[in-house]
């Protein structure tokens, strides 16, 4: 994914989204799922395609500016940011890992597609000439809300067992399907996210051509640049890294207008405390560290994978561990900014208290559980 001027004008574009994000936080809320007119302004913006090859409508931005642009909205609002990479790496697994007329489906030059869904083999799927009948109950599906298809994992079943590779391991695949083929369940009542339209899913017995599918421990790039080499986790990590990054600056810059003018009863107010401001510059220092060290470990894999060569285990794993610092640090930060911010934050609506809720609802995700870390130990003992 080389850098064009298309995928760095989509920061622009993110950044100049901000305004309407930030009006609209409260209604997505409400709504439990993005509006409509924020949808319409990402589509309008092409930032669901950020990551789909360009040879299917897409801008094929590089990993810095995939990043970059989750971290503008997610800053803008958590729950936009969370649904807009969630659509965005859903659909750049779609364009890039299924066959050509599966890919020519989804993306089929029309209108720009939305994908969402959850990728774990919640499901299962029985193998026919054509491809496969599927049926399971999906939870999680975050941006399914205004998505037009919906991706589902499931376990392949043979003679009503789960069936094995050729290296012995569990068949798992990830199928795609039209939105008005599975049936939707608006159920996402939730502490933090509550705007990220996560909603449950249901898929019975619905049947899926071979080619709108894609082995998920084998998945092979079919099409784009190298730069899609990082690999399946390690797409995925980039996005909720960015999440994590764009809610913890947003925090930060929240307490500091808050600390310009707020007192605390009986006391000076914030800005003269000393120790609010030895803390802030410590939670500042740690989140633009955490920042600093997301790019680094993403541009290095990046890199690699541009040259030819796929990511060493050490690379892959030091993207998921600096995902998992990140995401722990702003957690730390964001606590620091609602603590701070009193009443202010207590109350709502308060932006304080949004991204307290949301960081805090993302640090639930598997994607960022302590196992991400020790993996990463292991693969620095093997070294």
Same mark, same amino acid.
């Given at each position: 994914m080389?850098m064009? *001027?298309?995928?760095?004008?989509?920061?622009?574009?993110?950044?100049?989204?901000?305004?309407?994000?930030?009006?609209?936080?409260?209604h997505?809320?409400a709504?439990?799922?993005?509006?409509?007119?924020? %949808?319409?302004?990402v589509? *309008?913006?092409?930032?669901?395609?950020?990551? %789909?090859?360009?040879e299917?409508?897409?801008?094929?931005?590089?990993?810095?500016?995939?990043?970059? %642009?989750?971290?503008e909205?997610?800053?803008?609002?958590? @729950?936009t940011g969370?649904?807009? +990479?969630?659509?965005?790496?859903?659909?750049?697994?779609?364009?890039? $890992?299924?066959?050509?007329? &599966?890919?020519?489906?989804?993306?089929?030059?029309?209108?720009?597609?939305?994908?969402a869904?959850?990728?774990?083999?919640?499901?299962t799927?029985?193998?026919?000439?054509?491809?496969?009948n599927?049926?399971?109950q999906?939870?999680?599906?975050s941006? @399914?809300?205004?998505a037009?298809?919906? &991706?589902?994992?499931v376990?392949?079943?043979?003679?009503?067992?789960? #069936?094995?590779?050729?290296?012995?391991?569990?068949?798992?695949r990830?199928v795609?399907?039209?939105?008005?083929?599975?049936e939707?369940?608006?159920?996402?009542?939730?502490?933090?996210?509550?705007g990220?339209?996560?909603?449950?899913?249901?898929?019975?017995?619905?049947?899926v051509?071979? /080619?709108?599918?894609?082995?998920?421990?084998?998945?092979?790039p079919?099409?784009?640049?190298?730069? $899609?080499?990082? &690999?399946l986790?390690?797409?995925?990590?980039? &996005?909720?890294?960015?999440?994590?990054?764009?809610?913890?600056?947003?925090?930060?810059? /929240?307490v500091?207008?808050i600390a310009?003018?707020?007192?605390?009863?009986?006391?000076?107010?914030?800005a003269?405390?000393?120790?609010?401001?030895?803390?802030? #510059?410590?939670? *500042?220092a740690?989140v633009r560290?955490?920042?600093? $060290?997301?790019? /680094? @470990?993403?541009?290095?894999?990046?890199?690699?994978?541009?040259a030819?060569?796929?990511?060493?285990?050490?690379?892959?794993?030091? +993207?998921?561990?600096?995902?998992t610092?990140?995401?722990?640090? %702003?957690?730390?930060?964001?606590?620091?900014a609602?603590?701070?911010?009193?009443?202010?934050?207590?109350?709502?609506?308060?932006?304080?208290?949004?991204?307290?809720?949301?960081?805090?609802?993302g640090?639930?995700?598997l994607?960022? *559980?302590n196992?991400?870390?020790?993996g990463?130990?292991? #693969?620095?003992?093997?070294?």
């Open positions: 080389t064009t *001027d298309p995928a760095t004008a989509a920061v622009d574009q993110a950044r100049a989204l901000t305004p309407l994000i930030d009006a609209e936080a409260d997505t809320e709504l439990g799922t993005m509006p409509p007119a924020v %949808v319409d302004a589509t *309008d913006a092409g930032l669901f395609s950020i990551m %789909v090859p360009r299917l409508g897409g801008l094929e931005a590089d990993i810095t500016t995939a990043l970059t %642009v989750f971290e909205l997610s800053y803008a609002d958590g @729950s969370w649904s807009v +990479m969630a659509n965005a790496t859903t659909a750049c697994f779609a364009a890039i $890992y299924t066959a050509d007329a &599966g890919a020519a489906a989804i993306f089929d030059g029309v209108s720009q597609p939305i994908l869904g959850m990728l774990g083999p919640m499901g799927a029985v193998a026919s000439d054509t491809g496969f599927v049926s399971g999906y939870q999680f599906g941006g @399914s809300g205004h037009t298809w919906l &991706g589902a994992g376990m392949e079943l043979v003679d009503g067992q789960p #069936a094995l590779t050729e290296i012995g391991l569990p068949a798992m990830v795609f399907i039209p939105r008005e083929l599975v939707m369940q608006r159920n996402w009542e939730v502490m933090g996210l509550v990220t339209g996560s909603f449950d899913y249901c898929v019975e017995g619905v049947h051509p071979t /080619e709108c599918s894609f082995p998920l421990l084998e998945a092979t079919q099409r784009g640049g190298p730069g $899609y080499g990082l &690999g986790f390690g797409l995925t990590a980039a &996005g909720h890294a960015a999440f994590a990054m764009g809610v913890g600056r947003r925090a930060l810059d /929240e500091l207008q310009r003018t707020k007192e605390r009863l009986g006391g000076d107010p914030i003269q405390q000393q120790l609010f401001l030895h803390d802030f #510059a410590m939670h *500042d740690a560290a955490a920042r600093g $060290y997301v790019f /680094e @470990s993403f541009a290095a894999a990046e890199a690699v994978a541009v030819g060569d796929p990511p060493t285990n050490e690379q892959q794993q030091r +993207m998921r561990q600096a995902t610092y990140a995401t722990r640090v %702003v957690a730390d930060a964001s606590r620091f609602y603590t701070w911010a009193g009443s202010s934050g207590l109350r709502s609506p308060s932006v304080v208290q949004r991204c307290f809720r949301d960081i805090h609802a640090t639930q995700h994607f960022v *559980d196992n991400t870390l020790t990463y130990s292991q #693969a620095m003992l093997a070294g």
